[in-house]
C-alpha cells in the first residue's frame, strides 16, 4: 500500500467509448502524474500537474484528456482511443516537484486498460 | 537528462547476493541517482537514492564511485520476492520529476 488508489483496476472499452481513470492520493503530496507503460516499452510520463496546475505535457494525443480538481485527486479522461493506447496506465504523486533534491514519487497499482 | 544503461536481465538464486550496475557516463553535477524496482501489474516503487560514494537502508545498499558516471545497486540475501524489474534513473535536483525510466534490468531470483 502506497497510499497511492487507483480506479478502476482493469477498463476494457471500444473505441468511441468515453471513460475516466481516477487516481487519488492519501500522502498530502502536492504534485500529481500520469504515465503509460505499454508492453515491452519504457514507462512514458504524460502529464504533471503541481498545486492542481499542468506543469509537463509531454506531446499526449488529445484523446487523453487530464483534470486536477485538487492536490489529492487526479483523473484522465478518454475518448476515442485507439487499440494502441491499450497500456497500463500509472499515476504517481510526490511531495513537490523541483525541490532541490529528486523527489520520491509514489506510485498506485495502476489501472489496465484494453481498447478493442 | 542522462542516459543510463543497465543489463537487460539478470539471474539469482535464493540467498545469494545480486548487483546490478548501471552505467551513466554523461551525468551532471546536480543530478542524483535513483532505484526503482517493479513489479509485474503494479506501480515501480522507490527503493533507494543516492549522490556520492555508499548509501545504505534496510532494502540495498547503492555504491557510487568517485566519477559517479557508474552506480551498483546490491540486493543482499535475495528472495523469491525480489524478482522484478529494476530501473536506474538519473535526475537533476531542479527538475526533479523529470525521471526517465529506461527498459530496466528484469531480475530473476530462482529456488
Known amino acids: 500500500e502506497t497510499g497511492v488508489t487507483q480506479t478502476p483496476r482493469h477498463l476494457v472499452m471500444g473505441m468511441t467509448n468515453k471513460k475516466s481513470l481516477k487516481c487519488e492520493q492519501h500522502?498530502?503530496?502536492?504534485?500529481m502524474y500520469w504515465y503509460k507503460q505499454s508492453a515491452k516499452k519504457p514507462l512514458e510520463l504524460m502529464f504533471v500537474?503541481?498545486?492542481?496546475?499542468?506543469?509537463e505535457n509531454n506531446s499526449v494525443p488529445s484523446r487523453f484528456s487530464p483534470e486536477c480538481p485538487n492536490s489529492s485527486h487526479l483523473f484522465l479522461h478518454l475518448h476515442t482511443l485507439q487499440p494502441e493506447d491499450s497500456a497500463l496506465y500509472l499515476c504517481?504523486?510526490?511531495?513537490?516537484?523541483?525541490?532541490?533534491?529528486?523527489?520520491?514519487?509514489?506510485f498506485g497499482p495502476g489501472t489496465r486498460l484494453l481498447v478493442l | 537528462l542522462a542516459k543510463t544503461t543497465q543489463p537487460i536481465s539478470m539471474d539469482s538464486y535464493e540467498g545469494q547476493e545480486v548487483n546490478i550496475t548501471c552505467s551513466h557516463n554523461?551525468?551532471?553535477?546536480?543530478?542524483?541517482i535513483t532505484w526503482y524496482q517493479q513489479f509485474p501489474s503494479q506501480g515501480p516503487r522507490f527503493i533507494i537514492q543516492?549522490?556520492?560514494t555508499k548509501v545504505t537502508n534496510e532494502v540495498a545498499s547503492l555504491f557510487i564511485p568517485a566519477d559517479r558516471k557508474s552506480s551498483t545497486l546490491s540486493l543482499p540475501r535475495v528472495s523469491l520476492s525480489d524478482t522484478a524489474v529494476y530501473y536506474c534513473?538519473?535526475?537533476?535536483?531542479?527538475?526533479?520529476?523529470?525521471?526517465?525510466f529506461g527498459s530496466g534490468t528484469r531480475l530473476l531470483v530462482r529456488p
Open positions: 554523461n551525468i551532471a553535477t546536480n543530478d542524483y
Open positions: 534513473l538519473v535526475g537533476p535536483m531542479d527538475s526533479s520529476y523529470k525521471l526517465i
Open positions: 500537474y503541481s498545486l492542481e496546475e499542468r506543469v
Open positions: 543516492g549522490y556520492k
Open positions: 504517481a504523486s510526490s511531495q513537490d516537484i523541483g525541490s532541490g533534491y529528486q523527489e520520491t514519487q509514489y
Open positions: 500522502l498530502g503530496h502536492n504534485a
